[in-house]
């Protein structure tokens, strides 16, 4: 009469589904492809070949026992990623400076081999993937599908401003030449400030202003100077707090000329070059400067940040915060019925009564959620959906057998994990 335990195991005993889950790659530039990748569909639970899913994003993968690997090349050198069967923790091993190292990751749900590949639900498995990658990996859960977006340079996703300077950013205005008339008006200022430089562009009406432009000396400072220009001075005048650029300021010269001075952060960024354009295209007056930050080392630290952020979320996520007890049977069902005519359901919410106000006293900290607290029926399912939405870490349900065989004593414990 207790199956109270196995509530926690949705469909233990039936077969999960085979199903396939779209894959679409962006690897660059025109360079993308689609394939489908085997998965298994148990519920609303779905869970994704990892060997599959590795090969389909052109990376090596070998599986020995209970253990898979991913391998990835980069610049010679090769990281690997490490599942195990039944295993929460995946294990990111990387080439170090002196030797490799490693880090470990916590999951919500572990691996599972089934048959000869192993699955992961397909949530876990891009956040894996995305995480050790680098990249940004989706997964929609209404159209079954996975989007990877690998471009060589990582993309400036919502969660991240950070963006690189390139070549392209720096020499524009190539080729094209539109004619622009009229008094030259400097209408708006534009700053992007990232990994390893600033680019300030201003937008301008009217012809082609002549103007010069004078590189950072020492402490920082820069001049564009305009000969002939209207602008709105307190457009012009701006402050910023982090980056490269601490402050650009416009000054009327007299004789309609304007001079725009930028002071550099010098005490905090080497600059390493900068460069003035007019863009022809928009008719703007651009001026990019590079530091020579590591971007490679930004976008670790960028990472790093992310992965202790995932990690702490997984620790709140396990927490041992909540314990649901739960008094089997109640109201119309009694339970067993012992030879002087006691009842299981009235025994059993004793018991779970008492051991709440010991844990209570014991772990204060502890959330006790109780299934049922008086004399009421409570089908099964609601007691698995009681424990889920109190988001329960431990599920103990109290039984109190009765056999017809006089000799048996002692207690009958189940474990579900
Ligand atoms: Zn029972």
Redesign the pocket.
Known sequence: ??A?LSLLFRNAAAEPAAAKLELHVVKGFQQEYSLSVPALRDNDLVMIDIGAFARALRFVHKRQAGHLTVERDQDGKRWFCHFRDRNNFVRFESPGENGSAERVIQMASPPRLIGESMYLPVTDAVRIFSLWIDRQITYDRRKASIEAFLWSAPPVSDDSRLGILSPEDRSIGAGIVKSFSGPTRLNALEVDELANGVIIRIRATGSPAVASFIKPDKSGMAYLTFQQAAVDLSEFSRTFTMGLIREIKALPLGNGAVQLSLAFNTGMFTIKSTRYDWDSRSNSYTISALTNVDVSEVYRQEKEKRIRQELLQDQQKWKFDTIVLDA??GGKDP??IGPAGTQ?KTV?LNIVRELGGLIQKEWPDVKVVYTRSDDTFIPLKDRGKIANRHDGKLFVSV???AAKNRSAKGAEVYILG
Do not use: K, L, S
Request: proline share 0%; with cysteine; glycine share 24%.
């Open positions: 009469m207790c109270g089997g049977h339970g067993a299981e059993v039984h109190c057998n």
